[in-house]
């Protein structure tokens, strides 16, 4: 780790020595440029500024391809061709075409000022994408057999996002057809249209059943990322292998003779909304609580999430829901991908929305609760977390980090807003998957609430939004996701009916 944390540090040193910032007269970076040492007749600044810094054994030859490469970025981020390429547009000239995405996954996308494009729908998954699928999947196996006894899970659920699949190439695509043991052959113009199974000895572990819901945008972006998953998941079904090494075929079976349908049918799992329409709709119900008991919440989502994809006859989207609550009522995980550091857990309501933990609880029959998982693949070293694990790290880096509170109220009025919008995301996750411990919202309480100043302070920016965080916290404790003294309730409700009276003018 220390080595790591050197190179790390040496990386800064020399970039820092690569580039000149110029700040205005409040202090701030007004402008960034890369000092231009070959003009100033210095070689290989990068390699002085590490000697400087006390990194004297280092390989210039070795290193070289490094800094390099840093230097082309960098040169790519300090571009500016905002307003030379919007010129040209309104001239009616050509404009620069190139990729959208994250330009920490691919350089590429900067410049900005170009025209645009996502990718060939046709090329995904990429193979960097199946590689970094590959340590995704190996590591929630791995967690789920630790804390299950070292035994396989045999079915997981899997939510799948368009725009997500668009910045990492196919990351969670590639994940359910590995889980499957399943393999995408590109051709030789890199257009993913092949599937070869896996060999069991190859793969060294069961073929697991993959749930997947799509997004109602993956569902329009990606119409034929979903004849492959179909066409994956079915040629699983249909390999002659011990089912006890082969969880897909050994589901499949049992739901073709449970229900009357044939091995094909039965191994359906590709499952979105009935075409133009989107989301579960279990996001609304939850921000404006118009929800009395979960399994409201959960009838909503088997309605709105069960048509069923068929490679067989791809022009069709039917509702199946028997055939997608059958399926569902063998997950032993559920799991999500967070791919971006701009949106987490609780930033949006669509994470929530999605996820069929509690649905999958209720379905199973034998009382056991599915585990929960989420990949953080922001960085180059995936992690895979619990989702209580996740919640507790958006709540501590976020909601409850006097940092982002503040930096958020700066903005006033919207600041506020941002901050109740959060605190009801994060009652979400109690409600869909009881992912939400006690101590966050009695710390969020204690925070806001209970510190005079800082209620007074919220009250004053926006009364409007203050009154939803009050509504909120009576509401998670109403609903019995939060367990508080009486003495916390009582100024609760008094300070709904402050706050009331001040919106209507009362007083």
């Known amino acids: 780790m220390q080595l790591l944390y050197d190179i790390n540090q040496a990386i800064r040193v020399a970039v820092a020595a690569m580039v000149k910032e110029q700040t205005d007269a409040d202090g701030r970076v007004s402008k960034v440029t890369k000092l231009n040492f070959f003009n100033l007749g210095r070689k290989e600044p990068w390699i002085e500024a590490l000697h400087q810094a006390g990194y004297s054994k280092v390989d210039p030859e070795v290193i070289k391809p490094l800094f ?59 193979s960097a994408a199946v590689q970094s699928a590959q340590i995704v999947v190996d590591r929630l196996i791995a967690r789920q057999r630790a804390e299950n006894g070292g035994q396989y899970p045999e079915t997981i659920a899997f939510v799948l996002w368009g725009t997500d699949n668009i910045k990492t190439y196919g990351e969670s695509l590639a994940q359910v057809m590995l889980l499957a043991g399943v ?88 499952f979105s909304n009935a075409s133009g329409s989107y989301a579960a709709n279990v996001n609304l119900a939850v921000e404006n609580s118009t929800w009395e008991s979960e399994t409201e919440l959960q009838d909503m989502y088997l309605t709105r999430k069960s048509f069923a994809f ?109 901050l109740s919008k959060r605190l009801v995301n994060t009652m979400g996750w109690s409600a869909t998957a009881g992912a939400v411990d006690n101590w966050i919202y009695e710390d969020t309480n204690t925070t806001f609430i209970k510190d005079e100043a800082m209620r007074n302070r919220l009250l004053n920016l926006n009364p409007h939004s203050f009154r939803k965080v009050v509504s909120t916290l009576l509401e998670v404790h109403g609903r019995g996701y939060w367990e508080t003294s009486d003495s916390n309730l009582q100024l609760l409700r008094e300070l709904y009916q402050e706050v009331e009276d001040r919106i209507e003018g009362v007083g």
């Open 68 to 126: 390099e490469y840093l230097e082309f970025c960098l040169k790519q981020v300090i571009a500016d061709n905002e307003l030379g390429a919007l010129l040209k547009a309104l001239e009616g000239e050509y404009v620069l075409p190139g990729p959208g995405g994250d330009p920490i996954r691919n350089p590429d996308v900067l410049p900005t000022g170009k025209n645009i494009h996502a990718l060939d729908p046709q090329s995904i998954p990429t």
């Open 183 to 270: 393999r995408p052959v590109p051709d030789a113009l890199g257009r993913v249209n092949k599937l070869e199974l896996i060999p069991l000895a190859e793969l060294g572990r069961p073929r697991i059943d993959v749930i997947v819901n799509c997004s109602g945008v993956f569902r329009d972006l990606f119409i034929n990322q979903m004849n492959l998953l179909d066409r994956a998941i079915k040629m699983a079904a249909e390999a002659n292998e011990p089912i006890a090494m082969n969880f897909v075929r050994k589901h499949a079976l049992k739901q073709a003779e449970d229900m009357g349908i044939n091995l094909r049918q039965a191994a359906t799992r590709v």
């Open 310 to 418: 068929n490679s067989d006859n791809p022009g069709m989207m039917d509702q199946s829901r028997s055939l997608f609550e059958a399926a569902l009522k063998t997950v032993d995980v559920t799991f999500q991908n967070l791919d971006s550091s701009e949106i987490s857990l609780t930033d949006v309501s669509h994470y929530f929305d999605s996820d069929p933990t509690k649905v999958v609880a209720n379905l199973r029959g034998d009382g056991k609760t599915p585990a929960a998982f989420i990949a953080d693949t922001t960085t180059a070293n995936a992690q895979v977390r619990t989702l209580s694990e996740t919640v507790r790290l958006d709540t501590r880096t976020k909601l409850l980090n006097p940092k982002w509170y503040e930096g958020m109220l700066s903005h006033g009025y919207e600041g506020v807003r941002e």
